[in-house]
């Protein structure tokens, strides 16, 4: 009787335990519980952030190669984008349009290679299990090549919005580009002319300010005789 009362005691005993760490888990096991949750969280963003990548590098490629039909498939339907000549573009049709305005064969400029740099990872918002937009922003080097061949390296900086389409992929919305108005090729080129033309106004005008006082000491000999 006493070793069945005593294994009677050891059961209830255990399933109070039991039930006592369902009703109320230690916090090791809520440690655990949240550290799982939040693998899976990890997991899922770096997933999320693989896709950005790939449609950075896909924008890359499309230019780079010349593939200026290709870009639209990286950006949202409601796009808002901002050009470094500060054009707007808001539709994915004007995308193809603005570069075969500017280059190519009848453009303006012959062929532009870019590289594009994430300063670090996209800030994801909205529900915290389920972000659906987000801010990333970042450097860029733009090559132009003009007709004649020369290129004119340009640093640029910009800012992308980032949202989910209908079909759950991720696009750009909203895109801002922009350049250092004093730190690029063309200005430069122009505060060089700028000197050059400036010196060249110099001498010119010392030139004539010479022949201005030779005619003056001539005109004052001729009056004396």
Known sequence: MLIRALAIFLMLFTVNLLADEVENPSEANIQEISSQD???????????HQELRSLLTGIETAINTEQYADLKQYFHENLHVTTINQNSITTPEGIDA?????????????????QLNADGLTQLHGNADDPNWGLVYGTGIENYQLADGRFLPMKTRWTA?????????????ALHIGANFY????????????????????????MLGALGMAWFRRKKQSTLV
């Open 38 to 48: 939040g693998a899976v969280q990890d997991a899922a963003n770096q997933a999320i």
């Open 98 to 114: 603005y570069f075969k305005e500017w280059f190519g064969e009848g453009g303006y400029l012959k062929k532009l290679d870019i």
């Open 161 to 173: 919005t980032v949202t989910k389409d209908a079909n759950g992929k991720w696009r750009i919305l």
């Open 183 to 206: 730190d690029n090729p063309i200005f430069h080129a122009v505060k060089a002319s700028t000197k050059y033309y400036a010196a060249g106004g110099l001498v010119i005008g010392a």
